[in-house]
């Protein structure tokens, strides 16, 4: 878990993707709710609310773990919206470690 750079990425959608594949993960900002995008272990993909924290202090699951990229980017858990619905109203940055 990283914590949240304060310049934002510019990034196409297609950026996005190449971007999780060589950094694997970013923050997501839509509206005021913020997300950590994230793999775990290197194979699958999720979602994570980060003004929710469960009981370790990390940021809760708020997506299914979802094993390929393009999947997950087009998985619903946004008020039923993905990412890539989201994209142009999104605002990302990068994980500082």
Known sequence: MGRKAEE??????????????????????????TY??????DHDWRA?????LNEKGHFTDCSELVYILNDFLALP????KS???VFDEATFYASVK
């Open 77 to 80: 858990f946004i008020d039923g």
């Open 83 to 85: 990412i890539k619905d």
């Open 8 to 33: 934002a990425l510019e990034l196409t959608f297609d950026d996005l993707y190449t971007y999780l594949r060589a950094n694997h993960s970013v923050f997501m900002q839509v509206g005021e709710a």
């Open 36 to 41: 950590y995008i994230t793999d775990v272990n």
């Open 48 to 52: 994570q609310d980060v003004n929710q």
